[in-house]
């Protein structure tokens, strides 16, 4: 048992890792991923990203090309950390096919896996239209486990996967339960190092969930639980989809729907700007960041999520017009030893969330968005 994710994450890291270090994760992703190795010294290196995630192409790349004075003289990465469902901040889900690649990859260069799947068993039914009918849900909870797409451990034959899940994404947010599963090495170090650090997760939250898994619901009725909210979560994904649809400009708006989790991912056409070339990427970000709270929204700047974060380089102007200017970008807590290899963003995302909110505030939050890039393209 775990006291979370981002707690199992953290012992990961200290078992794993020496300062020095460089880890492989997703070009976008969980900010207190990056945030958690930053004080042990350990860089994060971001791998690009499509529809389905992190490209294991790009990762056989980096490790193929990996070149130690070009990263602070940081050793070829042989750790990378993954959300493979629902990934925050992007959405993506990695297909089984994908999965089987990037292992390929892993094993080829010797690379553990850290797979963090929050997000796993909330993976929806397929997105249809609006003026399609929504589809049922799975009729017994062997077609809902066999729908599930198949995870890192459950491929792995060399023992060289973590994956740490969470009881706060499909319980209670509160909890601060979760669990790993690895090879019953991993596992012994795992405890002698909870052992000297958190010890156990709460002995309220393990009775607790104990009394409702076990004597309330039982294994049935937790997997009934778990296909209830699997329908919540297509209802809001959709929901949040078609008022997209509707309500936001699609000359420079668009995005993919998202198969798992609870995240939007939108990508901006930021080059339609009027200003662009005088502006450049990141003032036009934080131009659409601030018109939308002056409408009473709230989305996260994609740049927020960047691995490769606080990197001075040149800004996106370049991509335009060839000026070089020196601008930040990404996560503000991390300090990378990778930074000369670091390459400024030339895209423009913001994340918005539909976990929380009832659907109705959710369609007047998009709509306040679609505002915002109205007035800041003057469309």
């Known amino acids: 048992m775990t006291v979370g994710s981002t707690s199992a994450l953290d012992h990961a890291y200290r078992m794993l890792t020496t300062r020095g270090e460089c880890i492989l994760t997703e070009e ?10 930053a004080p042990l010294g350990v860089t994060c290196v971001g791998i690009k990203m499509d529809s389905e995630g992190l490209l294991p192409s790009h990762m056989d790349s980096i490790l193929m090309t990996w070149d130690p004075s070009i990263h602070g003289g940081a050793p070829k990465p042989w750790l990378l950390y993954t959300i493979p469902t ?5 959405g993506a889900t990695q297909s089984e096919q994908r999965r089987r690649d990037i292992y390929r990859v892993a094993q080829k260069h010797d690379v553990f896996i850290l797979e963090d799947e929050p997000y796993y068993f909330l993976q929806m039914e397929p997105y249809t239209k609006s003026s399609t009918p929504s589809p049922p849900p799975p009729p017994c909870h062997e ?20 994956r740490m899940d969470s009881f706060s994404k499909i319980i209670a947010p509160g909890s601060r339960m979760g669990w790993i599963t690895a090879s019953a090495q991993i596992v012994e170090r795992y405890i002698r190092q909870s052992e000297l650090s958190t010890q156990n997760p709460s002995g309220i939250a393990q009775i607790v969930l104990y009394k409702l898994l076990e004597e309330t619901w039982g294994h049935g009725g937790y997997l009934d639980w778990l296909i209830h909210i699997r329908m919540q979560y297509t209802r809001r994904r959709d929901n949040i989809c078609y008022a997209c649809e509707r309500l936001l400009p699609r000359e420079v708006a668009s995005w993919k729907e998202p198969d798992a989790g609870m995240f939007h991912w939108i990508k901006i056409n930021w080059t339609s700007h009027p200003q662009a070339v005088h502006k450049g990427m990141l003032a036009i970000e934080e131009e659409i960041f601030q018109a939308s709270i002056a409408r009473g929204v709230l989305l996260v700047k994609g740049t927020f999520f960047r691995a490769e974060a606080d990197t001075p380089s040149t800004d996106s102007n370049s991509v335009l017009n060839g000026t070089k200017t020196v601008e930040y970008y990404g996560n503000n807590g991390a300090v990378a030893a990778s930074h000369a290899a670091s390459k400024p963003p030339t895209d423009m995302f913001f994340r918005t969330t539909f976990a929380a909110v009832d659907e109705e505030k959710i369609v007047e939050g998009i709509r306040r968005f679609g505002g915002a890039l109205r007035e800041v393209f003057g469309l």
């Open 143 to 162: 077609e809902f486990l066999s729908s599930l797409v198949p995870s890192f451990l459950s491929m792995d034959v060399d023992g060289r996967v973590i």
């Open 86 to 90: 629902g990934q925050n901040p992007t």
């Open 28 to 37: 976008y992703t969980y900010p207190t991923a990056v945030d958690t190795a």
